[in-house]
């Protein structure tokens, strides 16, 4: 069996390891525990697994594969760049309850959590994540670190770019781009295009802030 661990001891890596662990039967994976820059969180349990230290420990256990548990894209970002000069490989996590279609790709280290539906000819971006119930309609694209929140429905032909942050409930109408490392809020009505680098909230959204760069980003 594959070994893997998922980076990330908070609620979102709680969620992906019990994703893990539903899928363990048909990908022949082993949940060994969580990795955590967190020093406080060292040897500590989360779900019965161990906390086995930062991202360096895979320095020291090479072959052991690594599932996304952050939620916020630029630390996600930030880690998955840190993992590839550390040599880290990424698994993708896709629960046995959410709907892919055969046409869509779904690019390396995504995560997709129960009750998804990904439609025909869609794509999810690598190192991107769909949560509980999210919809990403026909031809619709997700790019990569995206972050799509619980029972999100992406109308088709929609365009998330890179990075941005879907809150929960958010609706869209097709064809509409939503930029790159923006965030919607949630509940939000998407039903035109949203610029990169801003704060979007409301019926119909609208930006309500703007940012400089991905650094900027603000916390949730």
């Known amino acids: 069996m594959t070994p893997v661990v998922v980076y990330g001891a908070g609620g979102m890596g709680r969620e992906v390891a019990e994703t893990i662990?539903?899928?363990?039967?048909?990908?022949?994976?082993?949940?060994?525990?969580?990795?955590?820059?967190?020093?406080?969180t060292h040897g500590t349990q989360v779900l019965g697994l161990p906390v086995l230290g930062p991202g360096e420990w895979i320095l020291d256990n090479p072959g052991v594969k690594l599932a996304l548990g952050i939620g916020h894209p630029h630390i996600r970002y930030k880690v998955v760049h840190k993992m590839r000069r550390l040599g880290g490989e990424w698994a993708t996590v896709i629960h046995p309850a959410?709907?892919?279609?055969?046409?869509?790709?779904?690019?390396?280290?995504?995560?997709?959590?129960?009750?998804?539906?990904?439609?025909?000819?869609?794509?999810?971006?690598a190192y991107s994540y769909l949560n509980y119930r999210a919809v990403v309609s026909h031809d619709a694209v997700v790019d990569d670190f995206a972050c799509i929140m619980?029972?999100?429905g992406l109308s088709g032909n929609v365009n998330v770019g890179e990075g941005s942050f879907i809150g929960v409930g958010t609706a869209t109408r097709q064809q509409?781009?939503?930029?790159?490392?923006?965030?919607?809020?949630?509940?939000?009505?998407?039903?035109?295009?949203i610029p990169s680098?801003?704060?979007a909230v409301g019926v119909?959204?609208?930006?309500?802030?703007?940012?400089?760069?991905r650094e900027d980003m603000p916390p949730f």
């Open 150 to 152: 619980a029972q999100v």
């Open 204 to 213: 119909p959204a609208a930006p309500i802030r703007s940012y400089a760069s």
């Open 21 to 40: 662990l539903a899928v363990n039967g048909g990908q022949d994976w082993s949940l060994m525990g969580f990795l955590d820059d967190d020093a406080g």
């Open 98 to 125: 959410a709907v892919v279609s055969p046409s869509a790709e779904v690019g390396q280290g995504c995560v997709v959590f129960a009750g998804c539906t990904v439609s025909t000819n869609a794509r999810l971006g």
């Open 176 to 193: 509409v781009s939503i930029g790159e490392w923006s965030i919607v809020g949630a509940g939000a009505s998407v039903v035109r295009d």
């Open 197 to 199: 680098y801003c704060v």
